[in-house]
């Protein structure tokens, strides 16, 4: 049974107890130093993808930064029509939501946002400590000048770490396909930087936060196939299984995050570090509602306590003024789309969008959730919090969303969601019954944004990527390097 109440208290003690305890931690530059410096020859490829938000969009035409920026005054202006409209996902009734683009630019990831409030400086980390962790994002930049991390570590192991940022607004699939080109590119670039005639012998290990965990996973099982190709009884084909040795996902919401239905009925409030965004803005974006809870799940009440059915029912969002088909989101619809100059044409281009994003879940979670083995030579390694109580089910009542129980997780994402735990709130059996056969698993206990500056995850995913023995190196033997079965080696 989900704990209830008292949450706040735990957190609470939680964070105070770890302050207190002084847990000791070994000093990683030295264990790792000397591994991070690897070229090609005896290290994969390491690339890092972010999660949900987690990558800078820019529209090209005028060198705006839409969001991602260093602060407030480099993401978007809500009161602006046109950049209001460019940071949404773009929306026309009768059009697949894949053929729909805009032109706007993803420009990297999200590495640190600034910001003052109250006159003092505010420093919000994002994915800047896991790209300084391995090196990533090194390269010279554009002007030929060196910055730090190049200085920090050498060009050669600046080589081999790379970071993929994606259109987060758009559905996973799609970027699905991105990312095996991208793969593609650089194993072609790593085997040429260390000497390999043929590519495909070169694996890559990814490490995935938050949504970018279930794009890596997507990927996996299917490559590029999208959803409409998958069809109404999906298969994992494992096409981009071949690419892959290590697959790292971490705080990834596997069974989705209550966080996504929150934004959707309640928007992006303002914070020192960004604007604040109507829930119309972020209904537009596929991907949101692709992190919805399952329906199985029965995460949603009504006002009387009673649950909530089939939430992917577009019928249900409309009787209930839900998202896009409250009338204040089709005003903001209206503003961003002059041409939606009717009520009836913002409630069709409304209810169209709208429908086509749930079918497109109700797809993706279906291909997502089939029990089915990976290849043996893709080792799948899970880190999870579960150290903040975490919203395990809310209350709906006159489309406001609000916590009624709580659960172990990382403030943002259940632990039983990462695990893809099965068992939901009845726990009949003592172990957990989960279609993904993990590999390894490691709690952390820390919040959502913070577990990629854990000890315990650093530690971990540094042994995983840089010194961990690797079954099959035949590449590496060509170089005249030994190679060393790794056996029954485990990742402690």
Request: net charge negative; hydrophobic share 40%; charged share 25%.
């Amino acid at each position: 049974m989900a704990r209830t109440g008292r949450a706040r208290l735990h957190n609470l003690k939680a964070r105070v107890a770890g302050a207190a305890a002084g847990f000791a931690h070994p000093s990683l530059s030295e264990l790792y130093g000397h591994a991070v410096d690897q070229d090609a020859s005896t290290r994969n490829p390491v690339i890092v993808m972010p999660g949900i938000m987690g990558s800078t969009i820019t529209h090209p035409a005028t060198g705006r930064t839409l969001w991602g920026g260093p602060d407030r005054a480099a993401f978007a202006d809500p009161k602006n029509r046109d950049e209001l409209r460019l940071v949404a996902h773009p929306v026309e009734a009768g059009v697949p939501l894949r053929d729909l683009a805009d032109g706007t630019k993803i420009d990297g990831t999200v590495t640190k946002l600034r910001a003052r409030l109250f006159g003092l400086p505010l420093s919000v980390q994002a994915y800047g400590p896991i790209l300084s962790m391995l090196g990533v994002g090194g390269f010279l930049s554009e002007d030929k000048k060196k910055n730090s991390l190049t200085e920090r570590y050498s060009a050669r192991s600046i080589a081999t770490c790379f970071e993929f940022a994606y259109d987060w607004r758009r559905s996973i699939p799609e970027n699905a396909a991105l990312l095996g080109t991208f793969i593609d590119n650089v194993r072609e670039f790593a085997a040429y930087d260390a000497k390999v005639a043929d590519k495909n012998s070169i694996k890559v290990d990814v490490v995935a936060h938050s949504m970018g965990g279930l794009l890596l996973r997507y990927f996996l099982r299917y490559g590029g196939v999208q959803l409409h190709e998958l069809g109404d009884e999906p298969k994992p084909n494992w096409l981009g299984a071949d690419a892959i040795e290590h697959a790292v996902v971490v705080g990834t919401p596997n069974a989705g995050s209550m966080v996504s239905m929150e934004k959707l009925l309640g928007g992006l409030p303002a914070s020192p570090a960004t604007p604040g965004y109507p829930p119309a803005v972020l209904c537009t974006m596929p991907s949101i509602y692709q992190l919805l809870p399952r329906v199985r799940h029965e995460p949603y009440v009504d006002g009387a306590g009673e649950v909530i059915g089939d939430y992917m029912d577009p019928e249900l969002w409309a009787r209930q003024g839900w998202g896009l088909m409250s009338e204040e989101s089709r005003e903001v619809l209206g503003f961003m789309y002059p041409s939606l100059d009717t009520a009836a044409k913002r409630r069709e281009a409304a209810m169209d969008h709208l429908a086509k994003s749930l079918d497109d879940t109700v797809r993706f979670h279906r291909a997502m959730d089939l029990p089915a083995e990976a290849p043996p030579h893709v080792a799948k390694h899970l880190f999870a919090g579960d150290g903040v109580m975490t919203p395990a089910r809310s209350e709906i009542k006159d489309g406001q969303m609000s916590p009624v129980e709580y659960d172990y997780g990382d403030g943002t994402v259940l632990r039983s969601s990462a695990l893809m735990d099965e068992r939901t709130w009845r726990r009949e059996t003592p172990r957990v019954l989960t279609p993904i056969r993990w590999d390894a698993v490691t709690f952390v206990p820390a919040d959502h944004m913070m577990l990629t500056r854990h000890p315990t995850f650093v530690n971990n995913a540094l042994y995983m990527l840089l010194e961990k023995p690797r079954p099959d190196c035949s590449y590496r033997e060509a170089q005249g390097r030994p190679c060393v079965d790794s056996g029954s080696a485990t990742d402690g």
